[in-house]
């Protein structure tokens, strides 16, 4: 199988899901300015949406959008205990998040990112994503991860969401629990190969 991607973008989720899941697989950088791909092919032949994620199938059938890319590839190895059974009430709480993460934080980013934005665009942006952030500051009380002690392809998004955060200048030590969490999250060795993949973290010197 095949992920394109964009560094720093939400197709980080499903790149740490791979090194999770320890399977082989080939990467493709995508220029989002130009829906170009690294080897010169129109992005859109591939995902006419024009945005990554867009994870390749070895059959030729390709999926989008990170929620869906996520459990897909955590569905593939359940022995890596990744996302909970289908059809079990974990698994609703599992996608329960998925769905806030991408409704509510991850577009909540949008006007930050588009130039032009006025600034009291910017400024209600900044207030909602402050009002996600308490919500999950409160929810990870006596938690390590989302989902409980077990992390799960739930955490690799919202660790792909809050490194937007940090980028943006939003110090997330007003939510100590969230701190914590981004810490935690971001230690772990898949986060690490992931990161270093997109080259937004240098290699452990030799």
Not at 102 to 121: A, D, Q, V, Y
Not at 149 to 175: C, E, H, P
Request: charged share 20%; aromatic share 10%; net charge neutral.
């Amino acid at each position: 199988m095949k992920l394109y991607f964009a560094p720093g973008a939400c197709s980080l989720s499903p790149h740490i899901v791979l090194h999770e899941l320890g399977i082989g697989f080939d990467r493709e950088k995508v220029n989002l300015a130009d829906k170009k791909t690294e080897s010169g092919t129109d992005y859109r032949t591939v995902n006419p949406k024009g945005y990554v994620p867009a994870l390749q199938l070895d059959n030729g059938d390709v999926l989008t959008e990170a929620a869906v890319v996520v459990q897909y590839l955590a569905d593939q190895h359940p022995d890596k205990r990744l996302a909970p059974p289908a059809g079990t009430i974990e698994r609703y709480h599992l996608m329960e998040w998925l769905n806030f993460i991408s409704t509510e934080l991850h577009k909540g980013f949008s006007p930050l990112f588009k130039p032009g934005t006025p600034e009291e665009t910017k400024k209600a942006a900044l207030d909602n994503i402050s009002a996600r952030l308490e919500f999950i500051n409160q929810k990870l009380q006596g938690k390590d991860y989302l989902t409980g002690n077990q992390f799960g392809v739930a955490d690799a998004y919202l660790f792909t969401i809050l490194r937007w955060a940090t980028s943006m200048k939003i110090d997330l030590g007003r939510w100590p629990q969230v701190q914590s969490y981004f810490e935690r999250i971001g230690a772990r060795p898949a986060v690490h190969a992931a990161l270093q993949a997109e080259g937004l973290m240098k290699p452990p010197a030799q």
